[in-house]
C-alpha cells in the first residue's frame, strides 16, 4: 500500500465543540509514517524520503509490532523529564540509539493487507490500540478525550503543551490538509524560510539573530528577525550552516526597510528552515517575541507560507 501524501490539520482560532470530536496532544516532533513489511520496517519523513537510519529505535519497535505487515502515522518525539516534547532536544537524537526517543501514533492506515483508511477514524484508533498496546515502550498510543474541546485545550495550555488537534470521529483518512482535522494551537509556531544574518555582537559568537521570512507565491516576504533561543553549540552549527549560503543581493521582497550597514548583516540563499515560536503577527507581518526553536529537515524553503488561522464552518 502507498501513501501519496498526509492528513493535514487546518489551523483554528478555538477547538471545535460537540461529540463528534475527538482531541489529542498536538507533539512537537516530526511526522512520521511507519511501514512494516515481514521483518523490514522503514520511516519515511512528511515528504516520503526514507528517515529510517535517523530514528534506529523507532524502526525497531515497529519491526518488533506483532502483525506481519502494517502503515502507521504518528510523530517522533524526545520526552522532557516534565513529559513535554521539544523539538529542539529532537535535533540531538537524530541517528542515535537514545531512550528518550517515542513515537507517539495516531493512526493505522492498513493492517495485513487490509486498506483501513475508508474506516471512521475511531474504528482506525481502536485497531491501533490493540496492535501496539497501553504498555508504553518506544510506541505510544495517542490517546484521545471525546468532546469537551474547550476544557482540553485549556489544561493543554496550562500544562505548557503546543496545542491539540481536533478530529473527526467519523471521517476517513483524508490526505491533504482539510477541515476534518483542525489544530489549535496555546502559542504561536510557524516555520520560517533563513533569508540572512546578522553578526554577533559582545561575547556572543557565531551569529548575532537569523532573518526569517516566509513565501508569498514566488515572493519571500520579510517577517523580523530572531535573535533568542539559541545555545552555543547552535550557534556554532548555524555560521558553519549560513556562511556557505552567503550571497550579495537581499533574498527578500522587498527588501527590508530597517538597515544593517557594513559587516553586520549578511544575505544568504534561502535554502534553510527554522521553527519558531512567538507571541503574534504585528499589524506590518513582523514576529513579536520570537524564540529559535531548531532547523527542519524535512521541509523545503519554497513550502513554507504564513501559516493563518481558519475557522471552522459549525
Known amino acids: 500500500m502507498k501513501v501519496k501524501s498526509l492528513q493535514l490539520a487546518q489551523l483554528v482560532d478555538e477547538p471545535p465543540t460537540g461529540d463528534e470530536w475527538l482531541h489529542e496532544q498536538k507533539f512537537d516532533g516530526y511526522r512520521i509514517v511507519a511501514g512494516k513489511d515481514g521483518d523490514h520496517a522503514r520511516l519515511l519523513s512528511r515528504r516520503f524520503n526514507d528517515w529510517t537510519p535517523q530514528f534506529p529505535t523507532v524502526a525497531d519497535a515497529v519491526r518488533a509490532l506483532p502483525c506481519e505487515s502494517a502503515m502507521l502515522d504518528g510523530e517522533v518525539c524526545v520526552v522532557m523529564p516534565d513529559g513535554r516534547t521539544s523539538f529542539q532536544a529532537l535535533q540531538n537524537a537524530f541517528g542515535k540509539r537514545d531512550r528518550n526517543v517515542v513515537y507517539y501514533v495516531f493512526d493505522l492506515l492498513s493492517l495485513d493487507g487490509e486498506d483501513l483508511m475508508k474506516l471512521p477514524l475511531e474504528q482506525r484508533k481502536q485497531k491501533l490500540a490493540k496492535l501496539v498496546g497501553k504498555k508504553k515502550g518506544v510506541i505510544h498510543y495517542s490517546d484521545h478525550v471525546i468532546g469537551n474541546g474547550a476544557a482540553f485545550f485549556e489544561l493543554a495550555c496550562k500544562k505548557g503543551l503546543e ?136 521541509k523545503p524553503a519554497k513550502d513554507i507560507v504564513r501559516e493563518r488561522a481558519a475557522h471552522l464552518d459549525r
Not at 174 to 196: A, F, M, N, Y
Not at 206 to 229: D, H, P, Q, S
Not at 254 to 269: D, F, L, M, N, Y
Open 163 to 298: 496545542g491539540i488537534v481536533s478530529k473527526r470521529r467519523d471521517r476517513p483518512y483524508s490526505p491533504g490538509r482539510g477541515s476534518s482535522w483542525v489544530k489549535t494551537k496555546c502559542w504561536l509556531r510557524q516555520e520560517l524560510v533563513i533569508g540572512g544574518y546578522t553578526d554577533p555582537e559582545g561575547s556572543r559568537s557565531g551569529i548575532g539573530a537569523l532573518l526569517v521570512g516566509y513565501y508569498e507565491g514566488n515572493a519571500l516576504r520579510y517577517a523580523g528577525k530572531v535573535g533568542t533561543g539559541f545555545s552555543m553549540k547552535v550557534l556554532d552549527q548555524l555560521i558553519r550552516a549560513l556562511a556557505p549560503l552567503e550571497i550579495a543581493k537581499s533574498p527578500f521582497d522587498p527588501e527590508p526597510k530597517r538597515a544593517w550597514t557594513g559587516a553586520g548583516r549578511h544575505w544568504v540563499t534561502p535554502r534553510l528552515v527554522a521553527e519558531v515560536t512567538f507571541g503574534e503577527w504585528t499589524d506590518d507581518g513582523r514576529l513579536r517575541h520570537p524564540v529559535f526553536q531548531g532547523l527542519r529537515a524535512d
